[in-house]
């Protein structure tokens, strides 16, 4: 069965910068798409960013120019480095694994708070 593991998270001041770490069990990592996604308060799940198997990364528009995906095919591991932290990225953050189809593999796993306060 598939499952992740979100760590990372905690609280920053605004400017700050955080790296979410995402390790996978359960698939051949390398074949399959990693997505960040997260969800704030009283809001839908929303996508952040995904990585293909190419290591093409895309980024939703409020997190373009400040967050990084990567993945570590050989750690099972993909990365989110959040630079530029601004109080609207708080929310819990998730990672899931899906196929070429966008079909979701695995459960949403706990996530990793983020929080963004002075």
């Known amino acids: 069965q598939v499952q992740v593991v979100e760590s990372g998270g905690g609280l920053v001041q605004p400017g700050g910068s955080l790296r979410l770490s995402c390790a996978a069990s359960g698939i051949i990592f390398s074949n399959y798409i990693m997505a960040w996604y997260r969800q704030a308060p009283g809001k839908q799940r929303e996508l952040v960013a995904f990585i293909t198997t190419g290591s093409y990364s895309s980024y939703e528009d409020p997190v373009k120019g400040r967050f990084t995906i990567s993945r570590d095919n050989a750690k099972s591991t993909v990365y989110l480095q959040m630079n530029s932290l601004k109080p609207e990225d708080t929310a819990i953050y998730f990672c899931?694994?899906?196929?070429?189809?966008?079909?979701?593999?695995?459960?949403w796993g706990q996530g990793t708070q983020v929080t963004v306060s002075s």
């Open positions: 899931n694994s899906y196929d070429s189809n966008w079909r979701r593999y695995g459960n």
